[in-house]
């Protein structure tokens, strides 16, 4: 698969490692609307987006046209919620830059207990305190609860989730429709874990 990356892409070059490691990506090039592609990635609203490539994928929401949105740390706990054949409950997610909140959220070590703030019923967001994001994903099944838990470094993390998006998008390209990582959640979870990032089952807190 031929990928090109708008040359805005933020963590352009951390992407870039991760889909050059991966071997269904055959050629890695920067945005020329001259090239042949087979998906792009960008921000939605990204001027790389208007030159009508056959398949982008963004970590934002969604664009006019076929194409893969929400690759991102939020992309990988509904993707996760999918495998685990369960309903998704509640995302915990710390990361750099969030402001603190009254609600405790208890996030893996190094990053620990943080206050955040409950954005939806289902989401709440908490400052990491260093460059680490931590995500907690609280899952119910029809037997037992299952919760998930990623602590990486917070760029890396999220070129990970974006390149996955990219590395996924191989099997569903050519349906040229309008897809979230939940769609693909299988391939989406397996190229999160196979550039590195750790996703580990733990007990929810009782």
Same mark, same amino acid.
């Given at each position: 698969?031929?990928? $090109?990356?708008?040359?805005?892409?933020?963590?352009?070059?951390?992407?870039?490692? %991760?889909?050059?490691?991966?071997?269904? +990506? $055959?050629? %890695?090039?920067?945005?020329? !609307?001259?090239?042949?592609?087979?998906?792009?990635?960008? *921000?939605?609203?990204?001027? /790389?987006?208007?030159? &009508?490539?056959?398949?982008? %994928?963004? /970590?934002?929401?969604?664009?006019?046209?076929?194409?893969?949105?929400?690759?991102?740390?939020?992309?990988?706990?509904?993707?996760?919620?999918? #495998?685990?054949?369960?309903?998704?409950?509640?995302?915990?997610?710390?990361?750099?830059?969030? !402001?603190?909140?009254?609600?405790?959220?208890?996030?893996?070590?190094?990053?620990?207990?943080?206050?955040?703030?409950?954005?939806?019923?289902?989401?709440?967001?908490?400052?990491?305190?260093?460059?680490?994001?931590?995500? @907690? #994903?609280?899952?119910? $099944?029809?037997? @037992?609860?299952?919760?998930?838990? %990623?602590?990486?470094? /917070?760029?890396?993390?999220?070129?990970?989730?974006? &390149?996955?998006?990219? +590395?996924?998008?191989?099997?569903?390209?050519?349906?040229?429709?309008?897809? $979230?990582?939940?769609?693909? /959640?299988?391939? *989406?979870?397996?190229?999160?874990?196979?550039?590195?990032?750790? +996703?580990?089952?733990?007990?929810?807190?009782?």
């Amino acid at each position: 698969m031929k990928v $090109t990356l708008s040359r805005k892409t933020p963590l352009l070059q951390r992407v870039a490692r %991760v889909l050059a490691a991966d071997p269904v +990506i $055959t050629t %890695v090039s920067y945005w020329d !609307s001259r090239n042949d592609t087979d998906v792009t990635v960008a *921000y939605a609203d990204d001027e /790389a987006t208007r030159g &009508a490539p056959r398949f982008v %994928v963004t /970590a934002d929401d969604y664009l006019d046209g076929p194409g893969m949105s929400n690759c991102s740390p939020l992309g990988l706990a509904r993707a996760l919620s999918r #495998v685990a054949g369960g309903q998704l409950k509640h995302i915990s997610w710390a990361k750099p830059g969030t !402001s603190r909140g009254p609600n405790p959220v208890h996030f893996p070590s190094p990053v620990g207990l943080r206050y955040g703030t409950n954005v939806t019923t289902s989401l709440t967001m908490a400052p990491a305190g260093s460059a680490l994001s931590s995500l @907690v #994903v609280d899952i119910d $099944t029809a037997s @037992v609860p299952i919760q998930y838990a %990623v602590v990486d470094d /917070a760029e890396y993390m999220a070129a990970v989730c974006w &390149a996955a998006g990219v +590395i996924a998008a191989a099997q569903v390209f050519e349906s040229q429709q309008r897809l $979230t990582p939940i769609d693909v /959640a299988e391939p *989406y979870v397996r190229a999160c874990q196979a550039a590195g990032l750790v +996703i580990a089952r733990q007990e929810p807190a009782s």
